[in-house]
Structure formats: structure tokens, C-alpha cells
């Protein structure tokens, strides 16, 4: 009888079918190339030019929709608000319009996309802890839906405001519940020193809803709570929840003013890497609205409206963004780098959060990952880094290098250090690809120079 072997273990080599967690609903490979929305990336990279933010239209409709579904399946009146923040545009703000959903503004200047796309200004949240007056006064002559107060000087503004113009301004107060969820320190806001909104500590919550309710101009019609960003684990949701209703309990007991509305913020988390496991959409709608319900009656008051305020879960698993490979640089025992036509003026995250990426080569998406690269930008900064030390296809200088999960917080938060131009963004839907935001040229950065 012949001898048996083991088979020798291998170091498991990556393939973009692993990648879906990380991908565009729509990613597939067809003849070894990466295609989005039915586009070719590879193609579309090189015919549109790099660094180029690629985003799938279906996955984002699909988000906004699952957010809808598992949010009324439980209560009918919930509504769904769009995050602006996490990526604006004119085109995006259209689509939460198609969606049915609502839109959260955090400036005088992403109202003002709003109102360029045709945005129900009815359906829009207006959010900041330091709002100037002109964007007090340009919120209110929109006649938006909602302020979201985060201190007694705007309260006063408002109402001032208000009264100039004749009118009355729904508000909500955002309170911060204390609650410091497991995530990254810069993107916690509900813990009791926050710069957000008003401490259930020293009765200052208290104080501003009473000063809410007599104050004229404004119709209090409830809570704000936002505990953070990039979270998995619900059950710091839950725990906001039984505080922020036993005070709205506080409320009626004290003031005998009944909460109309309660937003629970957003901050799901989503997989950036092939590790991460976040709760789904139904799971989070289950927990916020099946939460609010349980603790209302058990204080007996009525269910409020409810708001939830996803923005990274709807986009960022929807956008890639590619870049060209322009030089490789081994350093012999230490790291291979590839740097590309961008970096941290396109995607400021990693410099920031110490983000992590799923890299993949557009054009040999059906090869495995067994190269280890650092993903380098090309600007003055030593910590210009996009990926650190991660696995890719065999790269070579010319190659599309597509970078997973970079539709949130990449685009809005990008800048022109080094007078880089920020680069276009792509819609891809049904084979067809649309630019929504072109590419800056010199002459945009020159517009504001006058002498």
C-alpha cells in the first residue's frame, strides 16, 4: 500500500469573489477585469483618467431602500435621513430624493447643494454644534424641515430669527446620552464631554427643552441622540435608547410635553476589511425602532416618529476608487511600495484613522492576491499612505489599482494640498457610466486667486 502525503499548507491566496463583503453589490469579474455596475473598470480608469471615485448607483439605491424596509416593518412611521455628510452631491442628493428619503445638511454649503438638485426642503434636517447666523437665516428662509439645536445661544437665534420672518421652526435638541461607543475616539459624539449637544448631566437637556417650549418662533418636536460612527455593536444603541426615553418620560413628567419625534442618529458600521463583521440593516432597524417601542410603553407614552441617519452604510461600500501605479520602490526587508496618482488629498482616512483597505488590480481581478504592497500617495507627507501592507495581484507600473470601501467620507472630505486637482466622480448603472462631479482643472484652483 503506497505511502499518504498531507497536503502541504498553503498561505491562502485571496480572490475577488472573497471580496464581496467589501464591494459594490454589482462587482464581478469578467475576463479578468474588475466591472462595476456592468463598466469596466480598467476602461473606465483609463478613459476617464485617475485618481477617479467610481459609485454604484444600485448598491446605494439598495441601501437607502433596506433602510426603509427594516426600519417601518417594525414601526410605520419611521423615516430614513441621508447623512450628506458621508458624500454630497448634486446627483446624490437627487437620488435621496427618488428614494423617498429625507437629507441631513451640516453647512450653509451643502444646503445649498440641496436646493441646486431640487431637494423637498421640507424633508431636510440641518445639523452643526457652531451654526453661523447667515446659516441660521439661509435655513430657515429655505423653510427646512427640521434644526437640529445644539446650544441655548442658537435656540435664542432661532427664535429671533423665526419671529423676523414670521414663521415657526420645527426643531429637535440633540442631547448626548453618555454613552461612549466602541470605535475610533475622533468619530465618538454621544459621551459626556462631547463638543454635541446638550448633557442629560446638571439638567442642562432639561433647561433647553423648557426654554424650547416657551420660546416664540420654534415648534419643539423632539430629540436628537447620535452616539458615533463606525460601530458594530448594537447594544450601545440600546443602552442610548432606555436613556434618551426615560427622559423624553422626564419631559412629560415635568413639562406635560409630549416627544412627537425621536432621531437615534446614525453610525452603523460596514466591513472596510475582510475581517470586519457589522450587524446588518435589519438587525440595527430591529434594535432602534423594537427598542423605542419596548421602553415607550413601558413609561407609557406614545411612540414618537422615528429617524435614523445611516450615511457610510448607504455609500461606502458602494464606491471604489482607482488610481494609476506610477513607480514601485522596494525596500529590501521592509515593504514594497506602489505609489499612485493621488493619496491623502483623495482619501484622507488612512492618515487620519489609520483606515484599513482591500486593494485589488482592476485588470487581473481574477488572480490571486499574493504580493505584499504598501498603496502610496504621491504628496510631501511621509504618512501619504492609502493601504499599508496589503495583499494585491502581481502589480506592475501601468496597472489599475482599485481601492475597496471609498465611497464614504473620501470625496467629502477630500482637499488640494499641493494644489492637487480632486478627481471626478462616476456613477455606474446597467453598463453605463455618467460623470456626476468632473475633475477639477489648474484654472478651478486659480478661480479664487485675485492678485
Given at each position: 500500500m503506497?505511502?499518504?502525503?498531507?497536503?502541504?499548507?498553503?498561505?491562502?491566496?485571496?480572490?475577488?469573489?472573497?471580496?464581496?463583503?467589501?464591494l459594490p453589490m454589482t462587482a464581478e469579474v469578467v475576463s479578468g477585469h474588475l466591472r462595476i455596475g456592468g463598466v469596466d473598470m480598467a476602461k473606465l480608469a483609463r478613459e476617464r483618467g485617475t485618481a477617479l471615485y467610481?459609485?454604484?448607483?444600485?448598491?446605494?439605491?439598495?441601501?437607502?431602500?433596506?433602510?426603509?424596509?427594516?426600519?417601518?416593518?417594525?414601526?410605520?412611521?419611521?423615516?430614513?435621513?441621508?447623512?450628506g455628510k458621508a458624500f454630497m452631491s448634486v446627483a446624490m442628493c437627487r437620488l435621496v430624493a427618488e428614494e423617498g428619503c429625507a437629507l441631513d445638511v451640516s453647512s450653509g454649503g451643502e444646503l445649498a447643494f440641496a436646493q441646486a438638485a431640487g431637494f423637498p426642503l421640507e424633508r431636510v434636517y440641518v445639523h452643526g454644534n457652531n451654526k453661523t447666523m447667515l446659516e441660521l437665516h439661509e435655513a430657515i428662509r429655505a423653510g427646512v424641515g427640521r434644526i437640529v439645536v445644539d446650544s441655548f445661544e442658537e435656540l435664542q437665534r432661532?427664535?429671533?430669527?423665526?419671529?423676523?420672518?414670521?414663521?415657526?421652526?420645527?426643531?429637535?435638541?440633540?442631547?448626548?446620552?453618555?454613552?461612549?461607543?466602541?470605535?475610533?475616539g475622533y468619530i465618538q459624539t454621544g459621551q459626556n464631554d462631547s463638543k454635541f449637544g446638550f448633557g442629560l448631566n446638571h439638567g442642562l437637556a432639561m433647561e433647553a427643552v423648557r426654554r424650547a417650549v416657551e420660546l416664540p418662533g420654534i415648534d419643539f418636536a423632539g430629540l436628537h441622540m447620535h452616539?458615533?460612527?463606525?460601530?458594530?455593536?448594537?447594544?450601545?444603541?440600546?443602552?442610548?435608547?432606555?436613556?434618551?426615553?426615560?427622559?423624553?418620560?422626564?419631559?412629560?413628567?415635568?413639562?406635560?410635553?409630549?416627544?412627537?419625534?425621536?432621531?437615534?442618529?446614525?453610525?452603523?458600521?460596514?466591513?472596510?476589511?475582510?475581517?470586519?463583521?457589522?450587524?446588518t440593516v435589519e438587525h440595527y432597524g430591529k434594535v432602534i425602532v423594537d427598542g423605542i417601542k419596548e421602553h415607550v410603553e413601558e413609561h407609557d407614552l406614545p411612540v414618537p416618529k422615528?429617524?435614523?441617519?445611516?450615511?457610510?452604510?448607504?455609500?461606502?461600500?458602494?464606491?471604489?476608487?482607482?488610481?494609476?501605479?506610477?513607480?514601485?520602490?522596494?525596500?529590501?526587508?521592509?515593504?514594497?511600495?506602489?505609489?499612485?496618482?493621488?493619496?491623502?488629498?483623495?482619501?484622507?482616512?488612512?492618515?487620519?484613522?489609520?483606515?484599513?483597505?482591500?486593494?485589488?488590480?482592476?485588470?487581473?481581478?481574477?488572480?490571486?492576491?499574493?504580493?505584499?504592497?504598501?498603496?502610496?500617495?504621491?504628496?510631501?507627507?511621509?504618512g501619504d499612505l492609502i493601504a499599508r501592507d496589503v495583499r494585491v495581484q502581481p502589480i506592475e507600473?501601468?496597472?489599475?489599482?482599485?481601492?475597496?470601501?471609498?465611497?464614504?467620507?473620501?470625496?467629502?472630505?477630500?482637499?488640494?494640498?499641493?494644489?492637487?486637482?480632486?478627481?471626478?466622480?462616476?456613477?455606474?448603472?446597467?453598463?453605463?457610466?455618467?460623470?456626476?462631479?468632473?475633475?477639477?482643472?489648474?484654472?478651478?484652483?486659480?478661480?479664487?486667486?485675485?492678485?
Open positions: 503506497g505511502a499518504t502525503t498531507e497536503p502541504i499548507p498553503q498561505e491562502p491566496m485571496f480572490e475577488v469573489e472573497d471580496l464581496s463583503s467589501v467610481v459609485m454604484d448607483e444600485a448598491h446605494i439605491r439598495n441601501q437607502l431602500r433596506e433602510y426603509v424596509k427594516w426600519t417601518t416593518f417594525h414601526w410605520k412611521d419611521c423615516e430614513t435621513i441621508f447623512a432661532i427664535s429671533c430669527i423665526a419671529q423676523e420672518m414670521g414663521v415657526e421652526q420645527g426643531i429637535l435638541l440633540r442631547i448626548t446620552p453618555g454613552i461612549k461607543p466602541d470605535t475610533h452616539i458615533g460612527s463606525q460601530i458594530f455593536a448594537l447594544q450601545s444603541y440600546s443602552k442610548a435608547i432606555e436613556v434618551i426615553v426615560h427622559f423624553m418620560d422626564e419631559i412629560m413628567r415635568e413639562t406635560g410635553v409630549a416627544v412627537r419625534e425621536l432621531d437615534t442618529g446614525g453610525g452603523l458600521g460596514i466591513a472596510y476589511g475582510l475581517p470586519d463583521e457589522p450587524s422615528i429617524m435614523v441617519e445611516p450615511g457610510r452604510s448607504i455609500v461606502a461600500n458602494a464606491g471604489v476608487t482607482l488610481y494609476t501605479a506610477g513607480t514601485i520602490k522596494d525596500v529590501p526587508g521592509i515593504r514594497t511600495y506602489v505609489a499612485v496618482d493621488g493619496g491623502m488629498t483623495d482619501n484622507i482616512r488612512t492618515a487620519l484613522y489609520d483606515a484599513h483597505y482591500e486593494v485589488l488590480v482592476a485588470d487581473k481581478a481574477d488572480q490571486p492576491r499574493k504580493e505584499v504592497v504598501t498603496i502610496a500617495g504621491k504628496h510631501c507627507e511621509t507600473i501601468g496597472d489599475i489599482v482599485c481601492v475597496c470601501s471609498t465611497g464614504a467620507y473620501c470625496q467629502s472630505m477630500a482637499s488640494n494640498y499641493n494644489k492637487q486637482v480632486r478627481p471626478a466622480v462616476v456613477f455606474v448603472a446597467d453598463g453605463e457610466s455618467r460623470v456626476v462631479v468632473r475633475r477639477e482643472t489648474y484654472d478651478d484652483l486659480l478661480r479664487c486667486e485675485v492678485g
